[in-house]
């Protein structure tokens, strides 16, 4: 256990890249900006899902460069790079063989970023952590619980669990099979999930990864390697346990075509000087 934190502590900077079809919007739906975070959109406007997954057809980042990211990152002096494998709309971006919808499947793009991206971290000697959302699915009519679909999707109706043994689960075992070294395993959100799934994914990782750390946005009760703070936490009170403070550059996760609010560098240079400096993590 010490020896997965100290890897893990040792790495102290990152880079999450919160990156999925709520790029497409930007924040705006049929000319309405919507606030929030971006990545919420399809459950701030309540996009119906036959709506929000006709985004895929339109998803063809042709001059995606896994290879130019991860250079960037690594001579930014990031130790590890965090990729967001499935975020709250349930999209995979990377190529499941559990759903079809998923960035190979449903999109012109045709290629799987994080096979690109893993390759490219082995090559820096960067850490690899993948971002998934394994308690909120907007695709999925079972993922009931707090903050779920139900403008398209009856939530009485749902059945947690199967939702877990047919998607998360078996997505699960897809991240942690197929793309080499994992170092970390950025779950989020921790509201709601019931005990054994949580501890299902925290054994799957610990059987398939033994190096990677576990955040503490898993939830359901089991004991994490170390505690995700608040968005932007740069307070004073601090766990006395490892801690990473995951920060936006601006106001949103994922891209913002209008009012992004980018923070001056020299704000998030003092951001990350804050954390290491007390003994933090930060991405
Ligand atoms: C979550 C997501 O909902 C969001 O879209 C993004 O992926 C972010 C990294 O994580 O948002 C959170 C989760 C927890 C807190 C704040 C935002 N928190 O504990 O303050």
């Known amino acids: 256990d010490l020896e997965r934190r100290q890897t893990w502590t040792d790495a102290r900077f990152g880079l999450m890249v919160h990156w999925g079809l709520p790029a497409i919007p930007a924040g705006i739906w049929h000319g309405r900006q919507v606030e929030g975070l971006t990545e919420w959109i399809q459950y701030k406007a309540r996009i119906p899902l036959a709506e929000y997954r006709k985004l895929a057809e339109d998803f063809n980042p042709t001059s995606f460069s896994a290879r130019e990211w991860v250079r960037m990152a690594a001579e930014a002096g990031a130790k590890y790079f965090v990729y967001t494998a499935k975020h709250h709309d349930g999209f995979a971006m990377y190529h499941s063989q559990v759903s079809d919808y998923n960035i190979v499947d449903a999109t012109p793009f045709d290629r799987d970023p994080l096979a690109e991206l893993a390759e490219a971290c082995a090559e820096h000697g960067i850490m690899l952590g993948v971002y998934y959302s394994q308690m909120i699915d907007w695709e999925d009519p079972d993922a009931v619980g707090p903050q779920c679909n139900d403008w398209d999707f009856d939530p009485a109706q749902g059945d947690f669990h199967a939702y877990w043994r047919r998607k998360a689960a078996p997505q699960l075992r897809e991240i942690l099979t197929r793309y080499g070294d994992i170092g970390l395993m950025w779950f989020d959100m921790p509201s709601g999930i019931p005990e054994d799934c949580a501890q299902e ?68 240079c003092e951001a990350l000087a804050y954390t290491v400096s007390r003994g933090g993590t930060c991405c």
Not at 250 to 262: I, Q
Request: aromatic share 12%; hydrophobic share 40%.
């Open 201 to 268: 994914a925290f054994d799957l990782v610990r059987e398939l990864q033994p190096g990677a750390v576990i955040n503490s946005r898993l939830g359901g009760g089991v004991a994490p390697d170390y505690t995700s703070m608040d968005d932007n936490y740069f307070n004073n009170l601090l766990p006395e346990r490892d801690w990473e403070t995951a920060a936006t550059t601006n106001d949103s996760w994922a891209f913002a075509e209008r009012g992004a609010g980018w923070k001056p560098v020299e704000g998030l």
